[in-house]
């Protein structure tokens, strides 16, 4: 089946650095990749939409200045957390659209700590 | 923006017993829901995606339900065992078949042996 690889799984990074983590769909094309966080006891929330050789459109509330998404090939996408703060440790998930209007295939997710 | 609401928040259950839980979403505008197991670590597995009110689902021991004119999906596992342990995520998709999935906050079940 499809297969959505998110590294890293885990990182630690200090206030006012940057973060990129990466989505790479290792058996398909993935023409459409959702971000989304999730913070704690919440659910996962959407932040930004992103297709392939295009801009991201981003939810509501979401800096795009701040989480800066590239999807310049059809097997990965990236997210970068710019100037990262304390604020934004959160878990990142990544979700790619696998084909015929119904299936998404997750990624493993990013626990990011900034600190 | 969907409202999606999933109860309980947590489940303890013996194993062999079986289990449900619920997820509401609003009935209007809705294309989609989909139900996701997660364990610890790893990827959210798709488990059911269905757009059909009356849809049932199944498998293996779990089974899912949707009502879509009034709003909810049941989740079913039948004999509950300690590898079913982990949350499962409801999602709903409105508009489009590409629509954006509004998750619920899910519900932990841990079966204990």
Sequence with gaps: GAVVSQHPSRVICKSGTSVKIECRSLDFQATTMFWYRQFPKQSLMLMA????????TYEQGVEKDK???????LTLSTLTVTSAHPEDSSFYICSALTGGGYGYTFGSGTRLTVV | ILNVEQSPQSLHVQEGDSTNFTCSF???????????????AKSPEALFVMTLNGDEKKKGRISATLNTKEGYSYLYIKGSQPEDSATYLCAAA????YGKLTFGQGTILTVHP
């Design chain 1, 49 to 56: 939409t992103s297709n392939e050789g295009s801009k991201a």
């Design chain 2, 94 to 97: 409105g508009g489009t078949s």
């Design chain 2, 26 to 40: 609003p009935s209007s505008n809705f294309y989609a829901l989909h139900w996701y197991r997660w364990e610890t």
């Design chain 1, 67 to 73: 989480f800066l998404i590239n999807h310049a090939s």
